[in-house]
T-cell receptor, first 111, second 115 residues
Framework: SQKIEQNSEALNIQEGKTATLTCNYT??????LQWYRQDPGRGPVFLLLIRENEKEKRKERLKVTFDTTLKQSLFHITASQPADSATYLC??????????FGTGTSLTVIP | GAVVSQHPSWVICKSGTSVKIECRSL??????MFWYRQFPKQSLMLMATSNEGSKATYEQGVEKDKFLINHASLTLSTLTVTSAHPEDSSFYIC???????????FGPGTRLTVT
């Protein structure tokens, strides 16, 4: 069966450290993988998109990697800040042009 | 740019009534919009894919006669929850896919409470 798993439900890190979130998938052949941020009671906000033929993408303090052999994406936030505290979701766009979301990881950055 | 609006942001209705939720892409065209449902502390669950000018595609387990979707234009999709019941209470979120970039932009969500 198809499954998208994110490493843990909750992740706590100290301010200034790098947060690393994991997204693993099975039985998908995604054309794109995306990362979103969601704050409570709000819709997700798009952060980064990485295509299947790209290994790495960066945007300011964010970095995403995509390994189609391992079927895994890593999402890094460097120099983390308390304002980065939120739930982060990965999503796959499959060949049928449908998006499927992972379970989400709740990140808390401790001052 | 790339703003998606939803209306209403929250609604309370009585059991048995119908509720319509609008999703608009304000500054871009979207041939495809998605409707999601999210329960507290859970991830988004795709309900249906809405394509402009054609019938929506529903995910397994989602009743198409209960959740009516209309994608009348490249900037507007509506979801109507018919004969709502308390178990339909949830956070409904739409998204619009930018036609050229495939970046997906979400609306702010609609909190539906059925009493």
């Amino acid at each position: 069966s198809q499954k998208i798993e994110q490493n843990s439900e909750a992740l706590n890190i100290q301010e200034g450290k790098t947060a690393t979130l994991t997204c693993n998938y099975t039985n998908y052949s995604p054309a794109y993988l995306q990362w979103y941020r969601q704050d409570p009671g709000r819709g997700p906000v798009f952060l980064l998109l990485i295509r299947e033929n790209e290994k790495e993408k960066r945007k300011e303090r964010l970095k995403v990697t995509f390994d189609t052999t391992l079927k895994q994406s890593l999402f890094h936030i460097t120099a983390s800040q308390p304002a980065d505290s939120a739930t982060y979701l990965c999503a796959l766009l499959n060949t049928g042009n449908q998006f499927y979301f992972g379970t989400g990881t709740s990140l808390t950055v401790i001052p | 740019g790339a703003v998606v609006s939803q209306h209403p942001s929250w609604v309370i209705c009585k059991s048995g009534t119908s509720v319509k939720i609008e999703c608009r892409s304000l500054d871009f065209q979207a041939t495809t919009m998605f409707w999601y449902r999210q329960f507290p502390k859970q991830s988004l669950m795709l309900m249906a894919t809405s394509n402009e000018g054609s019938k929506a595609t529903y995910e397994q387990g989602v009743e198409k006669d209960k959740f009516l979707i209309n994608h009348a234009s490249l900037t507007l999709s509506t979801l109507t929850v018919t004969s709502a019941h308390p178990e339909d209470s949830s956070f409904y979120i739409c998204s619009a896919v930018h036609s050229s970039s495939y970046e997906q932009y979400f609306g702010p969500g609609t909190r539906l409470t059925v009493t």
